[in-house]
């Protein structure tokens, strides 16, 4: 077992004693020169991204921390800060409409104030099923039978709903089994202010 892990060792040191040997080939200016190809061909495809990626609403996005933080960063940064980033918005556009980018899509944040002209609007206007749909895929998880039918909504209401009622005895249950589980008997004890 060590023969192979020192020969395991010698046949990646040769590889990178090979690699470096090469970039020793290469004159100074050479590697400049690709260096400077590489930022520039990043730049033109970033320029060319930011110009082609027009948000059908115009309304401006929260979170980016610089101009030159790319948008698939900040997808990523808002699953763990989702929460701060709409706060974010929420303190910097008091009262207006702005964007935040999420993976999957970007979703538009409306304050309370204009909440009425959403629901004054006809159901064909402000169907929530879109996004869903391009949120999880719909032409790939056959979820496209919910834009040409109403099933989800004939299923929460012939379905889900009249089951409800045997569904709360054992939510209790599972309930109370977790209270006893996770809080102590507190019997003869008294509890103090904090």
Known sequence: MNTFNSMNT???????????????GIPLMDVHWLIYVAFGAWLCSYVIHVLL???TVKVPFVGYRSIFEPTWLLRLRFVWEGGS?????YNKFKGSIFQVRKLGTD??????????????????????VEPFINDFAGQYTRGMVFLQSDLQN??????LTPKLVS????????LDYALT????????????AL
Do not use: A
């Not at 980033?85 to 918005?89: L, V």
């Not at 004939?154 to 379905?159: A, E, H, T, W």
């Not at 569904?167 to 599972?174: A, N, R, Y």
């Not at 589980?181 to 103090?192: A, N, R």
């Open 53 to 55: 990626s027009s948000s």
């Open 10 to 24: 010698t046949s990646h040191e040769t590889l990178f004693q090979q690699l470096v040997s090469s970039l020793d």
């Open 181 to 192: 589980k996770e809080m102590p008997d507190m019997k003869g004890e008294t509890l103090s």
């Open 107 to 128: 979703i538009v944040i409306i304050p309370p104030n204009h909440i009425d002209e959403v629901r004054k609007l006809s159901q064909d206007k402000t169907r929530s």
């Open 154 to 159: 004939r299923v929460i209401q012939q379905r």
């Open 167 to 174: 569904l709360t005895k054992v939510m209790k249950e599972e």
């Open 85 to 89: 980033i709409i706060s974010q918005g």
